[in-house]
Protein backbone atom coordinates (compact mmCIF):
# COMPACT_ATOMS: atom_id res chain seq x y z
CA UNK A 1 0.00 0.00 0.00
CA UNK A 2 1.24 3.35 -0.79
CA UNK A 3 0.72 6.24 1.42
CA UNK A 4 0.53 9.76 0.51
CA UNK A 5 2.32 11.92 2.57
CA UNK A 6 1.31 15.82 3.59
CA UNK A 7 3.85 17.61 1.59
CA UNK A 8 4.38 15.36 -1.51
CA UNK A 9 1.89 17.87 -4.14
CA UNK A 10 4.13 20.71 -2.65
CA UNK A 11 7.11 18.97 -2.88
CA UNK A 12 6.78 17.85 -6.04
CA UNK A 13 5.13 21.18 -7.40
CA UNK A 14 8.41 22.76 -6.29
CA UNK A 15 10.37 19.86 -8.01
CA UNK A 16 9.36 20.97 -11.20
CA UNK A 17 10.25 24.60 -10.42
CA UNK A 18 13.67 23.69 -9.65
CA UNK A 19 13.91 21.43 -13.08
CA UNK A 20 12.92 24.27 -15.17
CA UNK A 21 15.23 26.73 -13.38
CA UNK A 22 18.71 24.97 -13.48
CA UNK A 23 20.32 22.05 -14.81
CA UNK A 24 19.23 18.70 -13.79
CA UNK A 25 16.59 16.16 -13.92
CA UNK A 26 13.39 15.18 -11.56
CA UNK A 27 14.56 11.45 -11.15
CA UNK A 28 11.37 8.81 -10.54
CA UNK A 29 12.39 7.15 -6.99
CA UNK A 30 9.70 4.15 -7.23
CA UNK A 31 12.48 1.71 -8.80
CA UNK A 32 14.34 2.10 -5.03
CA UNK A 33 11.73 0.65 -3.00
CA UNK A 34 13.12 -0.28 0.03
CA UNK A 35 16.17 2.36 0.58
CA UNK A 36 15.99 4.75 3.53
CA UNK A 37 15.53 8.08 3.29
CA UNK A 38 14.05 9.87 0.13
CA UNK A 39 14.60 7.79 -2.61
CA UNK A 40 12.06 5.49 -0.86
CA UNK A 41 10.97 4.26 2.39
CA UNK A 42 9.71 0.92 3.20
CA UNK A 43 8.02 0.20 6.60
CA UNK A 44 5.86 -2.17 7.74
CA UNK A 45 4.95 -2.62 3.81
CA UNK A 46 3.80 0.72 3.64
CA UNK A 47 6.23 2.60 1.02
CA UNK A 48 6.28 6.34 0.59
CA UNK A 49 7.79 7.20 -3.05
CA UNK A 50 8.98 11.14 -3.72
CA UNK A 51 10.47 12.49 -6.59
CA UNK A 52 13.68 13.93 -6.29
CA UNK A 53 15.29 16.84 -8.24
CA UNK A 54 19.51 16.00 -8.87
CA UNK A 55 21.47 18.21 -11.17
CA UNK A 56 23.87 21.00 -10.89
CA UNK A 57 24.05 24.80 -9.06
CA UNK A 58 27.05 26.67 -9.31
CA UNK A 59 28.98 24.04 -10.25
CA UNK A 60 28.44 21.70 -7.76
CA UNK A 61 26.45 18.38 -8.33
CA UNK A 62 22.63 18.63 -5.57
CA UNK A 63 20.04 16.58 -4.86
CA UNK A 64 17.06 18.18 -3.56
CA UNK A 65 14.75 15.10 -1.52
CA UNK A 66 11.68 15.03 0.48
CA UNK A 67 12.31 12.62 3.26
CA UNK A 68 10.84 10.82 6.45
CA UNK A 69 14.33 10.90 7.81
CA UNK A 70 16.72 14.31 8.53
CA UNK A 71 19.87 12.62 7.55
CA UNK A 72 20.03 9.47 4.87
CA UNK A 73 22.27 7.23 6.79
CA UNK A 74 19.83 6.41 8.92
CA UNK A 75 22.01 4.77 11.80
CA UNK A 76 22.92 7.96 13.11
CA UNK A 77 19.48 9.42 14.01
CA UNK A 78 16.99 8.50 16.72
CA UNK A 79 13.79 9.17 15.13
CA UNK A 80 11.66 10.50 17.98
CA UNK A 81 8.33 9.06 16.50
CA UNK A 82 5.66 10.62 15.00
CA UNK A 83 4.75 11.44 11.34
CA UNK A 84 7.32 14.49 10.05
CA UNK A 85 8.86 14.69 6.52
CA UNK A 86 11.80 16.86 5.69
CA UNK A 87 13.22 19.01 2.81
CA UNK A 88 17.16 17.48 2.12
CA UNK A 89 19.95 19.26 0.57
CA UNK A 90 22.83 17.70 -0.45
CA UNK A 91 25.68 19.62 -2.31
CA UNK A 92 28.22 16.80 -3.45
CA UNK A 93 31.83 18.62 -2.43
CA UNK A 94 34.82 17.23 -0.74
CA UNK A 95 35.34 18.33 2.29
CA UNK A 96 37.99 18.21 5.22
CA UNK A 97 35.83 17.57 7.63
CA UNK A 98 33.56 14.54 9.22
CA UNK A 99 30.80 16.63 11.82
CA UNK A 100 27.05 16.21 12.62
CA UNK A 101 25.45 18.94 14.04
CA UNK A 102 21.56 19.33 15.15
CA UNK A 103 19.13 21.59 17.27
CA UNK A 104 19.12 20.19 20.46
CA UNK A 105 15.63 18.61 21.95
CA UNK A 106 14.75 16.44 24.91
CA UNK A 107 15.25 13.41 23.64
CA UNK A 108 19.20 14.84 22.89
CA UNK A 109 18.91 16.07 26.19
CA UNK A 110 17.82 12.53 27.98
CA UNK A 111 20.39 10.16 25.85
CA UNK A 112 23.16 12.62 26.68
CA UNK A 113 22.15 12.06 30.46
CA UNK A 114 21.57 7.76 30.25
CA UNK A 115 24.92 7.54 27.93
CA UNK A 116 23.43 6.91 24.73
CA UNK A 117 24.74 9.92 22.52
CA UNK A 118 28.30 11.92 23.30
CA UNK A 119 29.29 15.26 22.30
CA UNK A 120 31.35 17.44 21.74
CA UNK A 121 31.06 21.08 23.90
CA UNK A 122 32.81 24.10 22.12
CA UNK A 123 32.97 25.73 25.60
CA UNK A 124 31.10 28.68 23.97
CA UNK A 125 28.04 28.08 26.09
CA UNK A 126 25.10 29.78 23.68
CA UNK A 127 26.25 27.31 20.81
CA UNK A 128 26.88 24.35 22.49
CA UNK A 129 23.42 24.41 24.51
CA UNK A 130 21.15 25.26 21.20
CA UNK A 131 23.26 22.14 19.36
CA UNK A 132 23.99 18.44 19.53
CA UNK A 133 27.63 18.54 17.98
CA UNK A 134 29.58 15.30 16.91
CA UNK A 135 32.91 15.75 15.81
CA UNK A 136 35.37 12.76 15.11
CA UNK A 137 39.03 15.11 14.80
CA UNK A 138 40.93 17.68 16.28
CA UNK A 139 40.68 19.22 13.39
CA UNK A 140 36.90 18.86 13.04
CA UNK A 141 36.69 20.02 16.95
CA UNK A 142 38.35 23.16 16.12
CA UNK A 143 36.29 23.72 13.14
CA UNK A 144 33.48 24.25 15.43
CA UNK A 145 35.21 26.60 17.96
CA UNK A 146 35.54 29.31 15.20
CA UNK A 147 33.36 32.32 15.74
CA UNK A 148 33.12 32.59 11.68
CA UNK A 149 31.71 28.69 11.73
CA UNK A 150 29.63 28.79 14.40
CA UNK A 151 27.51 32.35 12.89
CA UNK A 152 27.44 30.59 9.48
CA UNK A 153 25.77 27.26 10.79
CA UNK A 154 23.66 29.81 12.97
CA UNK A 155 22.62 31.75 8.95
CA UNK A 156 21.26 28.08 8.24
CA UNK A 157 18.54 27.70 10.47
CA UNK A 158 16.09 26.95 10.71
CA UNK A 159 17.20 22.67 10.58
CA UNK A 160 16.47 20.23 11.79
CA UNK A 161 20.43 18.80 11.00
CA UNK A 162 23.87 19.48 8.87
CA UNK A 163 25.99 16.21 8.11
CA UNK A 164 29.36 17.52 6.77
CA UNK A 165 31.46 14.24 5.50
CA UNK A 166 34.21 14.15 3.36
CA UNK A 167 32.21 14.10 -0.13
CA UNK A 168 29.30 15.80 1.12
CA UNK A 169 27.16 18.77 2.72
CA UNK A 170 23.57 17.82 4.26
CA UNK A 171 21.18 20.20 5.37
CA UNK A 172 17.79 19.02 6.75
CA UNK A 173 15.11 20.82 8.14
CA UNK A 174 11.33 19.72 9.10
CA UNK A 175 8.58 20.63 6.71
CA UNK A 176 5.29 23.01 8.51
CA UNK A 177 4.33 25.44 6.10
CA UNK A 178 4.47 25.54 1.96
CA UNK A 179 6.22 28.68 2.34
CA UNK A 180 9.44 26.57 2.70
CA UNK A 181 8.53 24.90 -0.14
CA UNK A 182 9.37 27.90 -2.88
CA UNK A 183 12.66 28.09 -5.37
CA UNK A 184 13.31 31.29 -3.81
CA UNK A 185 13.84 29.37 -0.19
CA UNK A 186 15.92 26.35 -1.43
CA UNK A 187 18.17 29.00 -3.82
CA UNK A 188 19.08 30.88 -0.13
CA UNK A 189 20.07 27.78 1.40
CA UNK A 190 22.16 26.22 -1.10
CA UNK A 191 23.79 30.07 -1.44
CA UNK A 192 24.36 29.52 2.27
CA UNK A 193 25.96 26.06 2.35
CA UNK A 194 28.43 27.02 -0.24
CA UNK A 195 29.65 29.38 1.84
CA UNK A 196 30.68 26.91 4.43
CA UNK A 197 34.39 27.36 4.78
CA UNK A 198 34.71 23.37 4.36
Known amino acids: MTLEKP ?3 EFESLIKDISL ?13 GEFGARAFNYDNESYFYPSFVGKYKGHSITIENSEFPVSDISSY ?10 RI ?3 KKTAYNIFISQEGIMDKIQK ?6 EYETGIELFDKEYLLQAKSDKDKQ ?3 TYKFQNKIKELEPFTTIKISF ?6 KSIHDKSQLSYVE ?9 LLDV
Not at 167 to 172: L, R
Not at 186 to 194: A, N, P, S, T, V
Request: charged fraction near 30%.
Open 113 to 118: KIGLIS
Open 167 to 172: NSIQWC
Open 21 to 33: KLEGEIKSLSNFK
Open 186 to 194: IEKYLDRLL
Open 143 to 145: LLK
Open 78 to 87: IDAGGNFEYL
Open 90 to 92: IIT
Open 7 to 9: WKK
